[in-house]
DNA sequence: TCTGGGGTCCTCTCTCAA
DNA sequence: TCTGTTGAGAGAGGACCC
């Protein structure tokens, strides 16, 4: 339900966000690591940091930086590997938080979060102040920080949510002021001295090219014509720049939407080349796809296989299927279908498997028979009934089944940030496929 | 140096039908 | 019947976000 802001009253928009969230969750559960240089991330030489404290950011670690380089640059750090389902549930936490201030809480991530006080602030007291109290209630009630801002716009409050920020410098971490407002009407001189790359939706590749057009700030953005921007950058991000570098931002808070595709993917801790092993992959991966679909209510009719090859080369191919399914075994025949117009040899690092187009699962209209591939959409159900009922490795594709350790099954949040350190097992399928 | 996973959106190209 | 135009949809790739 979208509900509109007060008549010819300014918005008030909260950007809260935490600081170095996962890591601070790790502190949180093991205190013996309170002050210390903690990374977070997939430990395995292909991982990635997804989160570090303050103290490792002195060093120079960032997320999204590779794992072999942080250790590197901050060789005394702690290195933990990912619990995904602790930042599931201490973001559950802080929805519930928020959700007590506003229903108008629209949730970025696990980590952030806008929300719309416009209606709130006649019962709860002016925007700021709110930003202060949720800070404190975030501090007394889940024992983490974050950070706040305040604007008329999601954009402003954003970039100010950054400035609030704890600051890594090279004499240590330094708290930063927690909550920033920035008032109606001083949106532009706000805006116009950031660095053009604080923008959203300014990356690296458009970053460059502005760059290269001289445009160094927001402020040299807002003086570019909009055709220049639009022949520069296209029509869509160059009327959009256009729009930020002017603080033209109506976009309203809204609360969470249905997801437009489900996806998983796996990068490999050695590059696969065996067909036996691809395809044993992309089994695992349509069956993951295919339990989230199902948890979701939800079918879909394009399926697309991602592969990156070891030279970080990508491809995607993908198909529309004449009706959506939600069946694992229907995903996996199209997957493998699709990777049959790939050439693997040369070694693959990544597979993934998408399902898009997606609409509710039909469970009305005939009822087909089991046997033939459509016979998987009664099937489907009743391997999720017992997974409930008895656990999730109770039931699964029996080419998943690994001598002496059961079903090997994908969930979301494994190997979220890259293959860990655990010693890879050599694969154990029954050479009968049984 | 060596680059994750789960997403969204945009652009370009191709095909097909009207 | 043939040709050219146009628009929709599918497929592929890229950029970006957290």
Redo the contacts with the bound molecule.
């Keep these: 339900v979208r509900v509109p802001p007060p008549a010819g009253r300014q918005r008030r928009i909260l950007h809260v966000d935490m600081d170095a969230f996962f890591a601070s969750v790790e502190v949180l559960d093991q205190p013996s690591l309170a002050g210390k240089a903690v990374v977070v991330g ?1 430990t395995g ?4 940091v ?1 989160s570090c404290t303050y103290q490792a950011r002195v060093a120079g670690v960032r ?2 930086m ?1 794992m ?2 942080a250790r590197r640059l901050c060789p005394q750090a702690v290195f933990l590997p990912g619990r995904y389902d602790r930042y599931v549930e201490a973001s559950r936490q802080l929805g519930a938080l928020l959700e007590s201030v506003t229903p108008l809480v629209e949730p ?5 979060a806008f929300l719309d006080v416009s209606g709130a602030e006649r019962l709860l007291g002016p925007a700021p102040r709110i930003a202060q109290w949720l800070r404190q209630r975030v501090g007394e009630e889940l024992s983490l920080s974050c950070s706040v801002g305040v604007a008329s716009s999601k954009l402003v409050a ?1 970039l100010a949510s950054e400035e609030a920020k704890p600051r890594a410098t090279p004499t240590g971490p330094e708290p930063g002021p927690g909550v920033v407002v920035v008032e109606a009407g001083g949106e532009i001189d706000f805006l116009h001295p950031l660095p053009v790359e604080r ?9 460059r090219r502005l760059r290269s057009m001289g445009v160094l700030t927001v402020g040299d953005l807002a003086q570019v014509p909009r055709q220049a921007l639009v022949s520069a950058l ?4 160059g009327n959009h720049l256009h729009q930020l570098a002017w603080a033209q931002d109506g976009h309203p808070v809204e609360p969470a939407v249905a ?9 490999y801790a050695e590059d696969l080349v065996s067909g036996d092993r691809l395809g044993r992959q992309l089994v695992r991966l349509a069956d ?1 796809v295919a339990w ?1 679909l199902r948890c979701q209510g939800r079918a879909g ?2 399926v ?1 296989l991602k592969v990156r090859f070891a ?2 080369a ?7 299927l004449s009706r959506p399914t939600d069946a694992a075994p229907l995903i996996a025949d199209a997957a493998c279908q ?1 990777l049959e ?1 790939v050439e693997v040899s040369r070694g693959v ?2 597979l ?1 498997v ?1 399902v ?2 997606l609409s509710p699962a039909r469970l009305e209209g005939p009822q087909l028979p089991l046997s033939g591939p459509s016979g998987w959409d009664r099937a489907s159900p009743a391997v999720e009934a017992v997974r409930q009922r008895f656990g999730p490795s109770a039931l699964g594709p029996a080419r998943l089944l690994d001598s002496g350790a059961g079903l090997d099954l994908k969930r ?2 494994e ?5 860990d350190r655990r010693v890879v097992k050599p694969s154990k399928v029954r050479e009968n496929g049984s």
């Design positions: 997939g030489p292909r991982g990635v997804a997320s999204a590779p072999a380089r970025v991530g696990l980590d952030e954003k923008l959203p939706g300014v990356g690296p590749a458009t970053g296209g029509k869509a991000l997801a437009k595709s489900v996806s998983h993917e796996e990068t993951a989230r009719r394009t697309t030279d970080f990508t491809v995607t191919r993908s198909r529309t699709l117009q690092r990544l993934g998408a898009s187009g979301r949040g190997a979220q940030w890259g293959p």
